[in-house]
């Protein structure tokens, strides 16, 4: 069993829709999760950075961890065409620790006009 | 946010011939820089952590006289990987990591490397 569990998608959805990204771990350690946007060919780009359990809105992406569940969201509101890339999560044991950060496969988003 | 610039972007090469890879962050002095490999649809993995003035820590599996990473500086850290062989083309990225406000994670636009 990986680590850390994401479905890769692809997942195709209309402009303006609400899209809602997961993620599931197993290392009850956890405790900073992240996550990263991917465009291809390109280098991963911070989107939301969390601590411990809880939400954090930013914009139109509002990221949700629920420790007891070991399960982690990223939504995404009123999504556009630009916002179709891979997303990653990652997740660390302890602030500052990106030599234990570790990432989920990524899921592919496409938000089709 | 903070900026790192990886370069070069894309390269070929023959198999046997060495390739270097160059990460730079740009306005933050990087205490740590790490280089990954990520193969297609896959996700990214750690290969070694860099900090400047050590010697890099390299992951299980990683052989570390096939990818020699130098850290010179607060602000440059170089991937060599030696005679590449076609098992190595993959797409690279480098991460680097600053103190303070920069304490979080920002990461390089990749390298692929196609070795023929």
Known sequence: QKEVEQDPGPLSVPEGAIVSLNCTYSNSAFQYFMWYRQYSRKGPELLMYTYSSGNKEDGRFTAQVDKSSKYISLFIRDSQPSDSATYLCAMSPFSGGYNKLIFGAGTRLAVHP | ?116
């Open chain 2, 1 to 116: 946010g903070a900026v790192v610039s990886q370069h070069p972007s894309w390269v070929i090469c023959k198999s046997g011939t060495s390739v270097k890879i160059e990460c730079r962050s740009l306005d933050f002095q990087a205490t740590t820089m790490f280089w990954y490999r990520q193969f297609p649809k896959q996700s990214l993995m750690l290969m070694a952590t860099s900090n400047e003035g050590s010697k890099a820590t390299y992951e299980q599996g990683v052989e570390k006289d096939k990818f020699l990473i130098n850290h010179a500086s607060l602000t440059l850290s170089t991937l060599t990987v030696t005679s590449a062989h076609p098992e190595d083309s993959s797409f690279y990225i480098c991460s680097a990591m600053g103190a303070g406000a920069n304490e979080k994670l920002f990461f390089g636009s990749g390298t692929q490397l196609s070795v023929l």
